[in-house]
C-alpha cells in the first residue's frame, strides 16, 4: 500500500515525512482513527528506511571485502 506512494522519495525525503508524523502524533489534537494512519503510514516508512539503510551496509560491507 504504502510502497507504491513512497515510490521514487529519497531515503532523506522519506525521514523527513516520518519527522513530520512525528510531531504531529506528539505535538497535536489527533483524532484516533487520523492518528492511527499516521502511525501506518510512520511505521511503513520505517520499514522502508531500515531497509534500504540495511542494503547500504551490505553494499559498503562487500565494496570493503573486496579490497582486502
Known amino acids: 500500500m504504502y510502497d ?3 515510490k521514487g522519495w529519497t531515503i532523506e525525503k522519506k ?3 516520518l519527522e513530520e ?3 504531529l502524533l506528539e505535538n ?3 483524532e484516533l482513527s487520523s492518528g492511527v494512519e499516521l ?3 510512520g511505521f ?3 520499514s522502508m528506511i531500515n531497509k534500504e ?3 547500504t551496509k551490505t553494499k559498503i560491507e562487500t565494496i570493503e571485502s573486496d579490497k582486502k
Do not use: G
Open 39 to 41: 502511525y501506518e503510514e
Open 28 to 30: 497535536a489534537n489527533v
Open 21 to 23: 508524523i512525528l510531531e
Open 44 to 46: 511503513a516508512l520505517l
Open 4 to 6: 507504491e506512494k513512497f
Open 53 to 55: 539503510l540495511e542494503e
Open 15 to 17: 525521514m523527513e515525512r
